[in-house]
């Protein structure tokens, strides 16, 4: 193994988003551990901060010998978007490949009449 | 329920787990001692209550402690390296316009080092679901009415960045020192459950 897992890398991987994008996390259920919280999945939010780059969580859990390492996003999400009410912001601390960009998402939420919170909130 | 770290079945599972490990050679007893000591060695909401102290008395300090508190803790002799590698820290401070409030909905991360080991509330599943959902329900149960003008942020850390609130500093404490100042800080004014 040529490079330590167990410190941050800065160069592991260029960042695909900056602060002010908006983005959205994937819609996933994985059956292992993860950092991307339920309540939080298929939402979107916007970054407000890259944090660095560190070893992906559910790497690290299934004891992989070189964990993926990704930057980390802090995005904040409207209460709105997530419980469908509440005037106040959630902020997560999500890696990168929890997350996408809108522009993809912005077909998918044409195309998704099964979100309930976008059906729910107005 | 399931939502507390603090019983004492849990205490023994841990007992056993490092028993297991020292057994299969993976750690010494005198390693995780060691490694127990620096954790907690000094760990107390003290640490936190004189950085709040510091930026309430010195705007150059606060500036540098919001943009990058990882690189202003060493000015009033603190860091967040004393676990197995330095967390990253990041303090978000409260203003007449936003309150912040601090939680962990995964498991119970918490910055340590500046707080102390965390309350059992903090790690409770009734705060770790509520306050991301009603914040403003959860802060009046703790005494603590935000007006509804006031926005609220709840920061989940969900992965390597550990937070602190920076509360507002209360009025007519113009003439009190520092040391003064950080006795007025509680545990609770770190966490955004209290005003300060």
């Known amino acids: 193994m040529s490079e330590s897992a167990e410190q941050p890398q800065p160069s592991a991987a260029a960042p695909h988003f900056a602060p002010g994008d908006r983005v959205r996390t994937r819609a996933v259920d994985p059956d292992r551990h993860t950092r991307l919280p ?3 999945r298929g939402r979107t939010g916007r970054v407000l901060a890259v ?9 690290v859990a299934q004891r992989c010998a070189e964990p993926r390492v990704e930057p980390v996003y802090t995005v904040a999400f409207a209460a709105r978007d997530l419980w469908g009410e509440g005037a106040h912001e959630v ?3 999500l890696w990168q490949s929890y997350l996408e960009p809108t522009s993809s998402a912005g077909r998918a939420e044409t195309a998704d009449p099964s979100d309930p919170v976008e059906e729910a909130s107005t | 329920m399931s939502g507390t770290h603090a019983g004492n079945p849990v205490a023994a599972r841990v007992r056993r787990l490092e028993e297991r490990l020292v057994e299969s050679g993976h750690v010494t007893d005198e390693e995780l001692d060691s490694i127990l000591t620096r954790v907690l060695d000094g760990a107390s909401p003290l640490n936190g209550a004189r950085i709040v102290a510091h930026a309430w008395s010195d705007a150059g300090f606060r500036e540098r402690l919001l943009a990058d508190a990882n690189r202003a803790l060493p000015e009033v002799g603190l860091s967040m390296a004393g676990g197995l590698q330095e967390q990253r820290l990041k303090v978000v401070a409260n203003t007449p316009e936003r309150h912040n409030v601090l939680v962990c909905t995964l498991c119970s991360c918490y910055p340590v080092a500046l707080l102390g080991p965390s309350p059992s509330w903090y790690k409770s599943e009734a705060y770790r679901s509520r306050v991301v959902r009603e914040p403003r329900a959860v802060l ?10 006031r926005e609220i942020t709840v920061w989940d850390s969900s992965a390597e960045s550990r937070y602190m609130v920076l509360p507002r500093r209360p009025e007519g404490t113009e003439e009190l020192s520092e040391e003064q100042l950080a006795e007025l800080v509680t545990r609770e004014g770190l966490i955004g459950t209290a005003a300060v």
């Open chain 2, 140 to 149: 009046a149960e703790f005494g603590l009415d935000v007006p509804a003008e």
């Open chain 1, 38 to 40: 339920a309540y939080a």
């Open chain 1, 91 to 93: 902020t997560l601390d």
């Open chain 1, 51 to 59: 944090t660095g780059c560190w070893p992906l969580a559910d790497d």
